[in-house]
Nanobody, 123 residues
Framework: QMQLAESGGGLVQPGDSLRLSCSAS????????MGWFRQAPGQEREFVARMSGNGILRNHADSVRGRFTISRDNAKNMVYLQMNSLKPEDTAVYYC????????????????WGRGTQVTVSS
């Protein structure tokens, strides 16, 4: 069982940066693949990024590659999403997620979810 709690969301202007944080419970955090997803109003939840437990493997969605970066600190049971050059279309509720293994192709398979943090990009 793993509990996740996101923080760091807010209202920013286009072009600004924001860093989301996710705190995870559990003694085996370093074995879990961690991910970020987002859901905009009226849209399905979509994959943003994921990172393997040892930090070696990492994926980012095409829509955020080059602007967003996922990272983790296993000593602190934390995972982060650094978001730069934010656009209005990045507005969504952002969710942290965890799964006990890394799948080579199925990047949307996660078992544990946080409650989300709102990110709004608007001038």
């Amino acid at each position: 069982q793993m509990q996740l709690a996101e923080s760091g969301g807010g209202l920013v202007q286009p072009g600004d940066s924001l860093r989301l944080s996710c705190s995870a419970s559990g003694r085996t955090f370093s074995t879990y693949t961690m991910g970020w997803f987002r859901q905009a109003p009226g849209q399905e939840r979509e994959f943003v990024a994921r990172m393997s437990g040892n930090g070696i493997l990492r994926n980012h969605a095409d829509s955020v590659r080059g602007r967003f970066t996922i990272s983790r600190d296993n000593a602190k049971n934390m995972v982060y999403l650094q978001m730069n050059s934010l656009k209005p279309e990045d507005t969504a509720v952002y969710y942290c997620a965890a799964v006990s293994s890394w799948h080579p192709t199925l990047r949307d398979l996660f078992d544990y979810w946080g409650r989300g943090t709102q990110v709004t990009v608007s001038s």
